[in-house]
């Protein structure tokens, strides 16, 4: 059992500074996205017999998005991010304050299926095929909505928004 909770631990360790950032970038809201990290990985090490074996940060990032997907669905009220832009998150290698505002701001403009084709896609550096597959769409739809997003962030903004993702 110790073993298999130190597994867990290190994994947790290497895996939050990722989870969390595309977190914020689903959401735009640093704290919503402590909290939806964290649940995604107390839900991964639910199942860690069954997910160590396979591709474990998969697990976590497609757990993650599904509980955005969720708390949508159930909101009731347009959540506002609050101070969440003015946070940065210490852990992770991130552009510049005023490029990551602007990257979290483009990003609340697209719907949320865009926002996860685009964080999965250029975030997670994901093929198409395996966006496709972590969202449970066909490969031509994850294309048009991506398609459909760029050239949203096009419109809306002046820098290019793909090269800071990568960050």
Same mark, same amino acid.
């Given at each position: 059992?110790?073993?298999?909770?130190?597994?867990?631990?290190?994994?947790?360790?290497? /895996?939050?500074?990722?989870?969390?950032?595309? #977190?914020?970038?689903?959401?735009?809201?640093?704290?919503?996205?402590?909290?939806?990290?964290?649940? #995604?990985?107390?839900?991964?090490? #639910?199942?860690?017999?069954?997910?160590?074996?396979?591709? /474990?940060?998969?697990?976590?990032?497609?757990?993650?998005?599904?509980?955005?997907?969720?708390r949508?669905?159930?909101?009731?009220?347009?959540?506002?991010?609050?101070? #969440?832009?003015?946070?940065a998150?210490?852990?992770?290698?991130?552009?510049?304050?005023?490029?990551?505002?602007?990257?979290?701001?483009?990003?609340?403009?697209?719907?949320?299926?865009?926002?996860?084709?685009?964080?999965?896609?250029?975030?997670?550096?994901?093929?198409?095929?395996?966006?496709?597959?972590?969202?449970?769409?066909?490969?031509?739809?994850?294309?048009?909505?991506l /398609?459909?997003?760029?050239?949203?962030?096009?419109?809306?903004?002046?820098?290019?928004?793909?090269?800071?993702?990568?960050?």
């Amino acid at each position: 059992m110790a073993g298999r909770e130190q597994e867990f631990d290190e994994f947790a360790y290497a /895996a939050w500074p990722k989870l969390h950032r595309s #977190a914020y970038l689903l959401t735009g809201d640093h704290h919503l996205a402590e909290d939806l990290a964290q649940t #995604a990985l107390e839900r991964t090490y #639910a199942k860690w017999r069954t997910v160590r074996s396979g591709d /474990a940060l998969a697990y976590c990032r497609r757990v993650l998005v599904n509980l955005n997907v969720d708390r949508i669905r159930r909101r009731r009220f347009f959540e506002i991010g609050g101070g #969440a832009l003015g946070h940065a998150d210490p852990g992770a290698a991130d552009p510049r304050p005023d490029d990551r505002d602007q990257i979290v701001r483009l990003l609340a403009q697209l719907t949320e299926r865009e926002r996860r084709v685009v964080v999965l896609r250029h975030y997670y550096d994901l093929s198409e095929a395996n966006v496709a597959r972590e969202l449970g769409i066909a490969p031509g739809t994850v294309k048009s909505t991506l /398609a459909r997003a760029l050239a949203k962030l096009r419109v809306c903004g002046d820098t290019p928004v793909e090269e800071e993702m990568y960050r």
